[in-house]
């Protein structure tokens, strides 16, 4: 018997899933209230993380991060602009981190080798010619849109069903279990149900609400993070800042601009995100300080979206207020535990774990239902994602 599984959400996190369960023999389908990747994901830097970013303070996060990296260029090569990072030091306390930091790379198995400065301003002549250290790792960028559509691009090919602007508005019981959802079509008001024998909550920030409606607390913490794009492509690679993450540490180059980004502060709802004028300025400062004259070019965009953080408390954290020590590891769950038997939840990573992050999810479901399919998604590469359209 073929089990059937509605998957809430079709950012990076629902299409993995998506993905990581119909290669083990589910049925899937995957529920989104606006357009694929419309949110979080949609609106995040890009960047394919070397893992180096998070060694300082979150090193299992850095490893994750490193692991699907190296994964993720052979599974979807056309959709990855592997053009490699480096960590610049700018000033002598980033300089002051350099060797714990190349010391963190290497425990927790994240490639990176330092470079001669007259080396790093020979690859990117923009950048500031007072760096003090340059480190090369292997970043990558993505188009979040095309990340996201190639594995529901493929998920499609293996039987699921993708139904966007289609809106969870409450969970269907039979009994104690969860067994489906109550949609509402946004483009028309139709409310009807659609029956499940497992639903996954991967609603990202909005995560909370879903578990709500099963009367279950979920750990997510919605942290927002501004970005601005200028429209000059200033350096063909990502450069980041050689520090703890901080604000605006890290420019990507994407199509013919470059984003700086990004801040961190938690928000109540996720829906509606004041961008505070101050941290426009303050990204645009920092990617002067990279890069003299970066902010000469014209102003692309302005954006700001909330990351769902695995995090105990839904309370905004005041002994640190940018969220900045919150994990960016994820966990899965299983709310037959919370009373709420049918119901699962994935909390947290990032759009480059998101495949690993699949694979966990699809551990718990087996785990729950008996199923042995193993994962596949290590082996199995992604389709284009235009195929998504097909
Ligand atoms: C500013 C910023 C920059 C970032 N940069 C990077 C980066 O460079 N690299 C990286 O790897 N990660 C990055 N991240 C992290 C990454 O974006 C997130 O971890 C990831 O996108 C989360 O994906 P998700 O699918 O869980 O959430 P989302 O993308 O938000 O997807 C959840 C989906 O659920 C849908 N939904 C919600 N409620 C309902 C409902 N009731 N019914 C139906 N659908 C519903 C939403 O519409 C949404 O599309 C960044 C995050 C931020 C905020």
Redesign the pocket.
């Known amino acids: 018997m073929t089990l059937h599984v509605v998957i809430?959400?079709?950012?990076?996190?629902?299409?993995a899933v998506a993905h990581d369960l119909t290669l083990r023999g589910y049925r899937v389908t995957v529920?989104?209230?606006?357009e694929v990747?419309?949110?979080?994901?949609?609106?995040?830097?890009?960047?394919?993380?070397s893992g180096a970013r998070y060694v300082l303070n979150d090193p299992p996060a850095a490893r994750e991060?490193a692991e699907d990296n190296a994964l993720m260029r052979k599974l979807m090569p056309d959709i990855l602009e592997l053009n490699g990072g480096l960590f610049v030091a700018l000033n002598e306390e980033d300089l002051s981190y350099k060797e714990a930091f190349l010391e963190a790379c290497a425990q927790a198995g994240v490639p990176a080798e330092e470079i001669p400065i007259k080396e790093a301003l020979r690859l990117e002549p923009n950048l500031n010619p007072r760096i003090l250290a340059a480190v090369k790792v292997q970043d990558g960028v993505f188009d979040?849109f095309h990340f996201t559509l190639a594995f529901l691009a493929t998920a499609k090919h293996h039987g699921a069903a993708v139904h966007t602007y289609?809106?969870?508005?409450d969970l269907v019981w039979n009994g104690r279990s969860v067994s489906g959802v109550k949609?509402r079509d946004r483009r028309d008001g139709r409310e009807y149900a659609i029956g499940a024998d497992l639903v996954v909550n991967?609603?990202?920030?909005?995560?909370g609400?879903?578990g709500a409606m099963a009367h279950v607390h979920i750990a997510v913490l919605p942290?927002?993070?501004?970005?601005v794009a200028v429209g000059r492509r200033w350096v063909r690679r990502v450069i980041n800042r050689l520090c703890p993450p901080c604000d605006g540490g890290?420019i990507?180059p994407q199509r013919r601009n470059s984003v700086v980004?990004?801040t961190s502060w938690p928000v109540e709802n996720?829906d509606y995100i004041a961008i505070p004028p101050e941290q426009v300025e303050a990204m645009l400062a920092a990617g002067e300080e990279f890069i003299p004259g970066f902010r000469s070019a014209p102003l692309r965009g302005i954006?700001?979206?909330?990351?769902?953080l695995l995090h105990e408390s839904s309370q905004l954290v005041t002994a640190d207020p940018g969220a900045r020590g919150v994990t960016r590891g994820f966990s899965c769950f299983n709310h037959a535990r919370d009373g709420a038997p049918g119901l699962f939840s994935?909390i947290?990573?990032?759009?480059?774990?998101?495949r690993l992050m699949a694979e966990v999810m699809g551990d718990v479901i087996n785990e729950a239902t008996g199923i042995t399919n193993p994962c596949r998604t290590r082996e199995v590469p992604l389709l284009p994602y235009h195929a998504f359209y097909v």
Not at 166 to 169: D, F, G, H, K, N
Not at 202 to 207: S, T
């Open positions: 809430i959400g079709a950012g990076s996190t629902g299409a529920v989104e209230r606006g990747a419309c949110e979080t994901t949609g609106r995040n830097h890009g960047l394919l993380h991060c979040p289609t809106e969870v508005v949609v991967a609603a990202g920030p909005w995560a609400r879903i942290v927002a993070g501004t970005m890290i990507v980004g990004t996720p954006s700001a979206a909330a990351r769902p994935i947290g990573g990032k759009t480059t774990t998101s």
